[in-house]
């Protein structure tokens, strides 16, 4: 990845769960960090997993994360930054609509803006804002994970409540909930409506 101008630009990188994102967003800051480059990072307050300052993937790896306010994150990120000029976002699929002008307008100062999220809900439909992220970024990767029933390419999040295919009608996030996930593909993937 490397820049054609002087300009910033935005990368996305988008998928289901369990397709690596956080863990290709911890390797981008990584590589960063080792060119010397300053890094900034941050995630949305309602994700609280790993603690509540730390960008955790799955296989371990983490990055000390300043906690945003989803709903408004840009006065936190513009305050929070000291010259930073790679910025590292994950979970974007939590962030509002701002999140979109958020970053085209630190690519707009100079920087590289790298946001991870999920790019389709658990119906298989568009989870903004992270379809209209794509729109304007840069670079744009589509990881996948294996579909844990069949051992295609998984695209597709599959919600389970107490092991039974959650109801097409639930609320896009549950924060808290008893449930699981799972990585499908799209012949996989199931959801209830009865
Ligand atoms: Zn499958």
């Known amino acids: 990845m490397h820049a054609i101008t002087n300009s910033g630009w935005v990368e996305v990188i988008s998928g289901c769960m369990f397709s690596g994102k956080t863990e290709e967003l911890l390797r ?7 060119a010397g480059q300053e890094v900034a990072a941050f995630k949305p307050s309602i994700d609280d997993r790993y603690g509540t300052e730390t960008i955790g993937s799955h296989d371990g790896a983490k990055w000390e994360a300043l906690v945003v306010d989803p709903e408004n994150p840009g006065p936190e990120i513009f305050e929070a930054l000291n010259g930073e000029q790679v910025v590292g976002i994950d979970e974007a699929n939590f962030f509002s609509e701002n999140l979109v002008s958020v970053c085209e307008q630190l690519a707009e ?6 946001a991870s999220g999920l790019d389709m809900t658990f119906r298989g439909e568009p989870f903004e804002p ?3 992220l794509i729109a304007v970024a840069e670079y744009v990767d589509k990881v996948q994970a294996i579909c844990i029933k069949c051992g ?3 695209t597709r999040t599959q919600r389970l409540i107490d092991g039974v295919p959650a109801h097409v009608d ?3 996030i549950l ?3 008893e449930e699981s996930y799972e990585a499908r593909c799209r012949n996989c993937h199931t959801l209830r409506t009865d």
């Open 109 to 114: 100062d100079g920087r590289r803006v790298i």
């Open 28 to 34: 981008r800051l990584r590589r960063a960090e080792i």
């Open 175 to 177: 924060v808290g909930a």
């Open 130 to 132: 992270v379809p209209n």
């Open 170 to 172: 639930d609320p896009t």
């Open 152 to 154: 295609e390419p998984a």
